[in-house]
């Protein structure tokens, strides 16, 4: 499998995420890149020293998210939501590659087809009460009435959204050390749990 993190200038989280990744026992292809990312820049000091912590060190220099890097990966897991939706609207034609890292390690699929099947339900009632709707009302007289009809919906989609964890790493950029540390140790605790989810996968 070929796996691709993703942030947003491949100097802080997505090249720790690379260099912790490689340290680790799995038969997977890492690579890190940034939605953003200014050609061949060093990493972050602050990342090289809370790396070199323990014991590892990022070899390369920041790459900039392209197709052909999409192409390569089987998998492209983001830092946060934000670089997900980036990713998706820059490069539609490879969405069903694009995970946050938490999401793809945290959260299972029954979980994320329940949450969709409510958002399903939610726009097909409000097709519907719209179709129904024949007095002239305001834009804000819609709105209250939409907010009202669909209440039970919404409240069941905010119930299920507050069950599912934070699916963003910290961004430490332009921060002290010990916020580096925080995202390192962050980053390690969720890709240990990558790692076993990807051999699991492989038996």
Same mark, same amino acid.
């Given at each position: 499998?070929?796996?691709?993190?993703?942030?947003?200038?491949?100097?802080?989280?997505?090249?720790?995420?690379?260099?912790?990744?490689?340290?680790?026992?799995?038969?997977?292809?890492?690579?890190?890149?940034?939605?953003?990312?200014?050609?061949?820049?060093?990493?972050?000091?602050?990342?090289?020293?809370?790396?070199?912590?323990?014991?590892?060190?990022?070899?390369?220099?920041?790459?900039?998210?392209?197709?052909?890097?999409?192409?390569?990966?089987? @998998?492209?897991?983001?830092? +946060? &939501?934000?670089?997900?939706?980036?990713?998706? !609207?820059?490069?539609?034609?490879? %969405?069903? /590659?694009?995970?946050?890292?938490?999401?793809?390690?945290?959260?299972?699929?029954?979980?994320?087809?329940?949450?969709?099947?409510?958002?399903?339900?939610?726009?097909?009632?409000?097709?519907?009460?719209?179709?129904? @709707?024949?007095?002239?009302? +305001? &834009?804000?007289?819609?709105?209250?009435?939409? !907010?009202?009809?669909?209440?039970? %919906?919404? /409240?069941?989609?905010?119930?299920?959204?507050?069950?599912?964890?934070?699916?963003?790493?910290?961004?430490?950029?332009?921060?002290?050390?010990?916020?580096?540390?925080?995202?390192?140790?962050?980053?390690?605790?969720?890709?240990?749990?990558?790692?076993?989810?990807?051999?699991?996968?492989?038996?």
């Amino acid at each position: 499998m070929n796996i691709l993190f993703v942030c947003t200038g491949n100097t802080c989280r997505s090249p720790m995420a690379e260099t912790l990744m490689k340290a680790k026992e799995h038969d997977a292809e890492i690579k890190s890149a940034g939605i953003f990312a200014g050609a061949n820049q060093p990493i972050a000091d602050n990342a090289i020293e809370v790396l070199q912590e323990f014991g590892l060190s990022f070899d390369n220099t920041s790459t900039q998210v392209d197709s052909e890097l999409l192409e390569w990966a089987d @998998i492209v897991l983001s830092m +946060t &939501e934000s670089h997900k939706q980036t990713l998706a !609207l820059q490069y539609p034609e490879f %969405e069903d /590659k694009f995970f946050t890292l938490k999401e793809y390690v945290y959260i299972s699929e029954d979980q994320w087809r329940h949450l969709t099947d409510l958002y399903t339900l939610l726009e097909e009632k409000r097709a519907w009460i719209l179709s129904q @709707i024949s007095e002239d009302l +305001t &834009e804000e007289e819609l709105e209250q009435h939409l !907010l009202k009809e669909l209440a039970d %919906e919404i /409240k069941a989609i905010q119930k299920a959204e507050h069950e599912l964890p934070n699916l963003n790493i910290v961004d430490p950029y332009g921060q002290n050390i010990e916020v580096y540390r925080k995202t390192r140790d962050e980053l390690n605790q969720t890709l240990n749990e990558l790692v076993k989810k990807l051999t699991s996968k492989n038996k």
